[in-house]
């Protein structure tokens, strides 16, 4: 019986112990609420920390791999990949990855509408980082691709989650813009412009800005305008007339309808007589400038407008021989590189024949005149602009009127 006593009391003090955790129960159910929505979150921290510590041994994986690892804009390929290189093993983590992606090709290249046919450039531009890209079998065209894309061009593609890669013409676009395709040769391109200029810093551009504003004479015997001329001297990648049309417009004075409107060999010419400071041309020079969008052509003229101007005439032109430009039209670069930000500075409206603004992008246009280079392609806002030194470029489409 002293057992069982025994048995009762051992059972009445643990029941008693019990009661403090039971107590404590609602609140671990609570932190159970809270804690579980959070492991998805917990899981990619340490998925991160896990993709930083091997990024960053510079001992278990190439330079090119580590880049991606360090990656953040990733599609579900590029995760898979990274997961996979996890594991050190880089050879099959690259193999699965192109197996993946020839099996993305098969099943979307057929369809014939260019949004279901398109795959991210992400995927294309990662092939590039690979090692021994080469040796792998890929889709007819695609390899091409990829010998002709830099890695410093492949690199910014994969970077950027807006851009996509049509399987039927082997070129990328802006996903807002498809009837706009470049091929790889022409991002390699931009970025090598990109590149050449990168090393200029602000606290170098103001003291050589200060001496075009004194006297541009002699601003190629400073040391930054030296150096920016054997830039474009040595300069080896080249553009040509990349749109099949283009438009240049012309501001219409006068209030009387009909208005006095430019012939069409008129169109086709840089205007004569131009006094005013240019964004490329000086003061009493004539350039011949247009874009690749009527509404562009029409905004660059705007900014030159007197109060005179009722109208604006737009000519769409069409390329009849080849041209050699260079590209600094790339998008968003102004953050990155300090000589392009000064050459897209938007002029004041001061009342002056001269615009400070404009004399960084006035030296470099005469730099490019005296290394035989014939036009600039670069970006505004939403549209891409060129200008030429000549103006035999083009043969006439058609006209249209504009009331502003």
Known sequence: MSNMD??????????????PLQALMPMIEQTKKVVEPLQPVLEQVRQVKELSAIASNPFSINNDLSYILKLSAQTEEICKLQKSLLDNDSISAASDYVQKLNMNWSKICGYTDIAQRSMQAQNIAMLRLLPDYLEYKLPYGVKDTVKKLSKKAAKRV??????????KDRKFYHEEEPEKKVAARTITVITSSIELFADITVSQLIPFISKLADNKTFAINHPIGKHIYEIIQSWNTFIDFDCEVFY???PIEGEEKPYQLYLEQEMLKAPPYISSHGRFN?????CYYFADKKEGAINEIKKHCSSKTHAIEVAEIKPKRSIKMIDLSEAGLSKRNNFIDYIRLAASNNSGKIKKEYLLPNFVAACC???????IKYYSSGYNCYVTWQDDYFSFVDFDVVDI
């Open 6 to 19: 025994d048995i009762f009391r051992t059972f009445h003090t643990l029941q008693k112990g019990m009661e």
């Open 158 to 167: 994969a970077e950027a989650d807006d851009i996509l890669y049509d399987t």
């Open 248 to 250: 240049h417009a012309r």
């Open 282 to 286: 000086e003061v009493g020079s004539s």
């Open 369 to 375: 005149r005296e290394a035989g280079i014939e036009g």
